[in-house]
């Protein structure tokens, strides 16, 4: 098991580093303290081929020129929340409204905060912990809320993500590791790629992307991946819950087996399960990319597929589910298991 550190800039009075994670089989994992982001995944392939299987930009300097969601720690929420408002008794805390008449992805959010780090090495595992303080007001948010973030590469090909945090008021928290997968390689699109997915249910959503409200079972419906199928049975449906999004990009409540979910490359070279302790998952097929000039629009329409574990984001301003009490910490465990 090997961890290298490279800097590469200077940003928000921290060094700017890139840590990349090797293990005994050859799969590769790039880090950027750069909002406690997964960079790159690269797998050797039986055929000798070795193949890069998140989206990512082409360096590391052009993470900070935009923001990208590309494998961030994307908080304090993720996802939208109904005109920026929790009402919590008899008040309203007001949030920035980033998204027309509603907040998303926590205003300057936490992807693009430049972290501390702590890297670790032992016999079978390489990990580095990120850790941030968002302080409070930031944001709108109340607390000082500490942060934490720690990826673990091992020999088993198993990549995890462990999130905690601490706050000392109460405070809202939903936060998301934003990774875009693209099993069958950088360049390609996801209509091809196999998803099964543990969920019976999906919840349906406004033309803006806030959720109506409704829990909808997936029986006889596009969105019915409890079985292996193509990405493609939806995105390229005439549903009208896709075609209002231009895509997948919609929470699905998890029955809690494990794997919550697995995709498979269209060549079959491939494979991730993903293991988490969340109650949903966001699934988002990069239905914007493509398009405009910037960095990440470079990337291909459908370039690659989300698989947003969080509490499924909730539609009005009631935000209980999501509510961190003070001196409590909160945990997540996000896991992606590869075969190659």
Same mark, same amino acid.
């Given at each position: 098991?090997?961890?290298?550190?490279?800097k590469?800039?200077?940003l928000?009075?921290?060094?700017l580093?890139?840590?990349?994670?090797?293990?005994?089989?050859?799969?590769?994992?790039?880090?950027?303290?750069?909002?406690?982001?997964?960079?790159?995944?690269?797998?050797?392939?039986k055929?000798?081929?070795?193949?890069?299987?998140?989206l990512a #930009?082409?360096?590391?300097?052009?993470?900070?020129? $935009?923001?990208?969601?590309?494998?961030?720690?994307v908080?304090?929420?993720?996802? =939208?929340?109904?005109?920026?408002?929790?009402?919590?008794g008899?008040?309203?805390?007001?949030?920035?409204q980033n998204?027309?008449? @509603?907040?998303?992805?926590?205003?300057?959010?936490?992807?693009?905060?430049?972290? !501390?780090?702590?890297? /670790?090495?032992?016999?079978?595992?390489?990990?580095?912990?990120?850790s941030?303080? !968002?302080?409070?007001g930031h944001?709108?948010?109340?607390?000082?809320?500490?942060?934490?973030?720690?990826?673990t590469?091992?020999?088993? @090909?198993?990549?995890?993500c462990?999130m905690? %945090?601490?706050? +000392?008021?109460l405070?809202?928290? @939903?936060?998301? @590791?934003?990774?875009y997968?693209?099993?069958?390689? #950088?360049?390609?699109?996801?209509?091809q790629?196999?998803?099964?997915? !543990?969920?019976?249910?999906?919840?349906?959503?406004?033309?803006?992307?806030? &959720?109506?409200?409704?829990?909808?079972?997936? /029986?006889?419906?596009?969105?019915?991946?409890? $079985?292996n =199928?193509?990405?493609?049975?939806?995105?390229l449906s005439? !549903?009208?819950q896709?075609?209002?999004?231009?895509?997948?990009?919609? &929470?699905?409540v998890?029955?809690?087996s494990?794997? %919550?979910?697995v995709?498979? %490359?269209?060549d079959?070279?491939?494979?991730?399960?993903?293991?988490? +302790?969340?109650?949903?998952l966001?699934?988002?097929?990069?239905n914007?990319f493509?398009?405009? =000039?910037?960095?990440?629009?470079?990337? &291909?329409?459908?370039?690659?597929?989300?698989?947003?574990?969080?509490?499924?984001?909730?539609?009005?301003?009631d935000l209980?589910?999501?509510?961190?009490?003070?001196?409590?910490?909160w945990?997540?465990?996000?896991?992606?298991?590869?075969?190659?």
């Amino acid at each position: 098991m090997k961890i290298q550190i490279k800097k590469y800039g200077y940003l928000q009075g921290k060094n700017l580093c890139e840590f990349t994670l090797t293990n005994d089989q050859g799969m590769q994992v790039k880090l950027l303290n750069y909002g406690a982001t997964a960079e790159d995944v690269l797998v050797p392939l039986k055929n000798g081929e070795e193949r890069h299987v998140i989206l990512a #930009l082409n360096k590391p300097e052009d993470y900070d020129k $935009e923001r990208n969601f590309l494998g961030g720690t994307v908080g304090r929420i993720a996802g =939208r929340v109904y005109r920026g408002q929790w009402q919590n008794g008899p008040h309203i805390l007001q949030l920035p409204q980033n998204d027309g008449e @509603n907040h998303i992805h926590g205003g300057f959010g936490t992807d693009q905060r430049v972290w !501390d780090f702590r890297p /670790e090495k032992g016999t079978d595992y390489v990990s580095v912990h990120f850790s941030l303080l !968002d302080y409070d007001g930031h944001n709108g948010f109340p607390g000082n809320l500490q942060l934490e973030t720690t990826y673990t590469l091992t020999n088993d @090909n198993e990549l995890s993500c462990q999130m905690t %945090a601490y706050s +000392d008021q109460l405070t809202i928290f @939903n936060p998301t @590791n934003h990774t875009y997968f693209c099993l069958d390689g #950088l360049g390609s699109q996801v209509d091809q790629t196999l998803l099964k997915l !543990d969920a019976d249910y999906y919840l349906p959503v406004k033309g803006d992307g806030v &959720p109506t409200g409704e829990m909808k079972s997936v /029986e006889g419906t596009v969105f019915d991946f409890r $079985e292996n =199928r193509p990405v493609g049975q939806a995105i390229l449906s005439d !549903d009208e819950q896709i075609q209002a999004r231009n895509g997948l990009d919609h &929470p699905f409540v998890l029955n809690g087996s494990k794997p %919550a979910a697995v995709l498979t %490359a269209s060549d079959g070279l491939v494979k991730l399960a993903l293991t988490t +302790d969340a109650p949903a998952l966001v699934l988002y097929t990069a239905n914007h990319f493509g398009k405009g =000039r910037s960095e990440v629009n470079t990337l &291909p329409h459908f370039g690659g597929i989300t698989l947003e574990a969080q509490a499924a984001p909730l539609p009005g301003s009631d935000l209980g589910a999501i509510t961190v009490m003070p001196g409590k910490t909160w945990e997540r465990h996000i896991a992606w298991k590869y075969e190659f």
